[in-house]
């Protein structure tokens, strides 16, 4: 008997969802709701950044999401507590110095921060950290992905130099959804 699924796999579905987020539902209309709508946004952008990167194995059982410095997120971020990338459960960190990156899978440097890039780059340095940025010339200056909010709508940039540097890989979905790919 042939059998029939209506629901597609996962895998398709995550695509999907990844595609609609970053394809531009993030139209930020109401200029008073500007930064927080922006940044809910940004906080799926991370989850899924972090789902659509390859991290090398014996990772633990845990992924922390770490920010460095003043938080823009919120209590949007906290949302993303105990979700699952892969087989591993999303934790959130808040944390004010380099020393305290230790453990972290994903560095977000603020724009408020991000004068002290270097020392952050510096101390995540060949360790499997996919650093995240929202701040322009941040991609340059090393971070793996940066996000843009130009025309109303999120977008993100690639280096992959830096993502190869840190061990990490990403997937071609990302890479065919950003708008420039540092090699």
Known sequence: ??????????????????????????????????????????????????????????????????????????????????????ERSVRVR?????????????????RQMIGNLGRVLDGVDGQPVLTVADSPGALASGVVLNMDSSAGQIRFSVNLAAARRQGLGLSSKLLNLATEIKR
């Not at 796999?9 to 969802?17: Q, T």
């Not at 659509?52 to 949302?79: N, Q, R």
């Not at 808040?94 to 972290?104: K, M, N, Y």
Request: hydrophobic fraction near 50%; aromatic fraction near 10%; charged fraction near 20%.
């Open 94 to 110: 808040r944390v004010g110095s380099v020393d305290a990156l230790v453990d972290c899978q994903l560095v977000f440097v603020p």
């Open 1 to 86: 008997m042939l059998s029939l699924s209506i629901r597609p796999p996962r895998r398709r579905l995550r695509a999907f969802i990844l595609g609609a987020l970053l394809a531009g539902v993030a139209n930020l209309a109401h200029a008073g709701d500007i930064t927080a709508e922006e940044y809910r946004v940004k906080a799926s952008f991370l989850f899924n950044f972090a789902a659509f990167t390859f991290w090398p194995e014996g990772g633990g059982e845990t992924l922390s999401i770490c920010v460095y410095g003043g938080d823009p997120f919120g209590s949007h971020l906290d949302a993303l507590m105990d979700r699952k990338v892969g």
